[in-house]
């Protein structure tokens, strides 16, 4: 079953019972259900295109976040969800020390977006799973709005029926020039309403809170640089292969069985990329005493224009099996479509 699925199953409020006896009621994947069921459309990633955009978005060396002309979620709403345990991995191959409980990298993360009507502002909110049942559906309690077309030196403001927050907090990337960080040019954090105004009542000591806004903003931070580069690789002229199954049999089996149709999606897989896997480049006319040890060099982007150049990740160093033919892929842009 899906996050989207599971999402959209939910109807059990998320709530909290306070010291003097109060219950509340906190926004969560309950709240959430109508939204997802109601998408344009439904995304469903393939891990190798999980890892493909956390690689994008990760690597050293990678550009594709200073992009953000190019950046357009394709729908009003829009799901996207991925596989847990890829989109880890990729994490952990690219540097981030990871603090995860045993089981937590079995389940589904997903992101729920609404945008504008040319897709250049919107909120974002993310929900998971974890378990090897996918266990609960949750739902962050941080949400992000972005503006692609904030100047440099400006400031995203949220859309027209959200209001302005107070609250909101901006995630900077120190390996980013500042104008070319879109994270910390477009986009800005907040809690959600509801935890917002659950927080502000619970009155707790600074350090608290803190530490409570810290954990609550890594539940969605990590999320936004691959959706970024998922768009990005939406945007690009060739696309990327999707296919929809086909759920018309399974959904009139569940119907006789009284169980809810599944939610239709798209699957998305990612470009053919080579893979090395044979022979390394080794400099000619050298000597191997000359010739740097075998390395891995991390995956790369470099812009031009309106394409994207992506060195894949390949070996280098000393060989005697020849030399790499092919490791650079390309992915051109059309001019964005007007709104």
């Known amino acids: 079953m899906t996050l989207a699925d599971q999402i959209a199953l939910a109807h059990e409020p998320f709530t909290v019972l306070e010291q003097g006896g109060r219950v509340w009621r906190l926004n969560n994947a309950a709240d959430c259900s109508a939204m997802v069921a109601g998408c344009a459309v439904r995304y469903v990633l393939a891990d190798e295109l999980t890892r493909l955009c956390a690689d994008l978005a990760f690597s050293r060396g990678a550009r594709a976040l200073e992009c953000a002309d190019l950046l357009r979620v394709p729908h009003r709403s829009l799901w996207v969800e991925w596989c847990t345990r890829p989109w880890y991995r990729a994490l952990k191959a690219n540097g981030f020390p990871l603090r995860t409980a045993p089981g937590s990298d079995s389940g589904r993360r997903g992101a729920l977006l609404r945008a504008s009507a040319d897709g250049r502002s919107g909120i974002v909110r993310t929900c998971w799973s974890a378990g090897a049942d996918n266990g ?38 120190s390996a980013h020039r500042e104008s070319a960080d879109v994270i910390a040019r477009c986009f800005r954090f907040r809690y959600e309403r509801s935890w917002s105004e659950y927080y502000r009542r619970a009155a707790l000591a600074p350090p608290v809170q803190e530490a409570l806004w810290r954990h609550a903003l890594g539940t969605i931070a990590l999320d936004i640089p691959l959706l970024l580069a998922f768009l990005l690789l939406m945007a690009a002229r060739a696309g990327l292969p999707q296919r929809e199954p086909e759920l018309a049999a399974l959904n009139r089996a569940r119907r006789h069985a009284g169980k809810r ?28 005493r ?50």
Request: hydrophobic share 35%; charged share 25%; no cysteine.
């Open 136 to 173: 609960e559906a949750l739902a962050s309690s941080v949400e992000a709005y972005f503006d692609f077309d904030t100047p440099a030196g400006g400031a995203p403001t949220p859309p027209a029926d959200e209001g302005e927050d107070a609250s909101r907090a901006q995630v900077r990337d």
């Open 261 to 288: 149709p599944v939610l239709g999606h798209v699957e998305v897989r990612a470009p053919l990329l080579p893979e090395f896997r044979g022979p390394v480049y080794q400099t000619p006319g050298r000597s191997s």
């Open 290 to 339: 000359n010739v740097p040890r075998l390395h891995q060099v991390r995956g790369h982007l470099m812009r031009r224009g309106g394409a994207l150049y992506w060195r894949i990740p390949h070996l280098r160093g000393s060989a005697r099996a020849g030399g790499i033919q092919k490791r650079t892929v390309i992915w051109t842009f059309d001019a964005r479509p007007p709104s």
